[in-house]
């Protein structure tokens, strides 16, 4: 598909061609919306993240803290959304970065994410071949090793992620309607029934939301990753300017509801302040416990299925938005120009997913040979690098809003809204760097070592950026 770079009048009228290829798709609100709430994977978040804040916060106040981490990434999308008539690049970070804060910390900011999110992918990945493991055994099939399990994972998310959008779209639609039902159902079960101990509303109480309620926020945050890639796909968006504002509203909007109403039919199920103990006696199975309780055995059964199914499509999520980071990254010849290319048929970034794969495949092996726990070791921290490294970007995507609205005089609201985004997210970023250690899973060392990598990253993209071009506006065709 041939494009141009308005690079305006050169010697001789000419107009040199453009290899900054488009992707291809037509992807409306609602595929989008289910792109990135399926990479911010409920029923895991849900299942994982809740009772997880729920030990080390000793509070009930969780649903709270979903709520006042969606108020952070509403006023994040509402500066996202003001500047994305001005960005027709499917770059997100990068190009949003770059408008406020210069090629140097834009092209940094792309070179920050593509690991921020290969972490994440590589965390969920592993933590999904563990399920599988888990499922097998509830069958009573043959014992397989979580890392064969993991792999075959991340091969069929190979075949998904190198076709079009619309199948992974479709697929992801499927996976995520399946796993959003099955908590639907728990949760209503549970207020119908009025809970263990009927409905206590302890959760919004002062003795509810006390203890570390930072701690039980870090999480909630943390259940937030993904829904801020809307941009990512905008060259495959049907109608990008309306497409992607909306989508990004929805999946915050949808992710911070669905969280708290969840997490507090949750604590509900399980007795209110008495939700904390259970989570402490089995935090690893405090979702699928309770499922048994009011659902049955079969109940518990379909959670853990969906559950794999929840990952997997996180999974597949990732893969998407990381191969579409590297496609960006080699069509502005940051990297290999060959990354940058279009498949001509399915107008996906092929290049880009075989690389994100093999890339992929070959750390999850390192791992396996260093026989690394799949979640102590690889899951925990590798997702705490991945929120780390992002949340510099949403502080950075803020900072770069209102620096951009402020040198074009632009609405003042506007202007309000990201600097009242960014203090958030500062006070966010703070709450990590404070906190880093028991992000990355208890180690000092390599919460230093993961807190210097972000800067590093930064630092080399930065170095880069004279690779690329100056403008990342591409007209449309």
Known sequence: MSEVLNTGDKPGGATPPDSRGRLRGNLGVPAIVLMVVAAAAPLSTVGGNVPIAMVLGDSTGIPVAFLVAGVIFLLFAASFVAMSKYVTDTGAFYAYIQKGLGKAAGTGAAVLALPAYMATLLAVAAYDGVILAGLLEIIGAPAVPWWVLTGLVLLIIAFLGYRDIELSAKVLGIFLVSEVAILVVLDFVIVIQGGEKGITGDSFTPSGISGAFGIALLYALWGFVGVEATAVFRDEARDPDRTVPRATYWAVGIVASFYAFSSWALVEGNGGNDAIQVAKDDPDNFMVNTAEKYLGMLGKDLTTLFWFVSVFACALAFHNICSRYTFVLGRDNVLPRKLGEVHPKLGSPANASVLVTVVSMVIMGVFVLLGLDPVLQIFGPL???????????????????????????????????????????????????????????????????????????????????????????????
Do not use: E
């Open 383 to 477: 997702g705490g690098l991945g929120i780390w490294g992002l949340s510099i970007l949403w502080l950075l995507t803020t900072i770069s809003v209102g620096l951009f609205f402020k040198r074009r005089g632009g609405p003042v609201n506007i202007i309000v809204l990201a600097v009242v985004g960014t203090i958030a997210l500062a006070a966010a970023v703070a709450l990590i760097v404070a906190n880093l250690t028991l992000v990355v899973g208890g180690s000092t060392t390599l919460a230093i070592i993961f807190g210097i990598a972000p800067v590093v990253f930064l630092g080399i993209g930065a170095a880069l950026s004279g690779r690329a071009p100056d403008d990342l506006s591409i007209p449309k065709s």
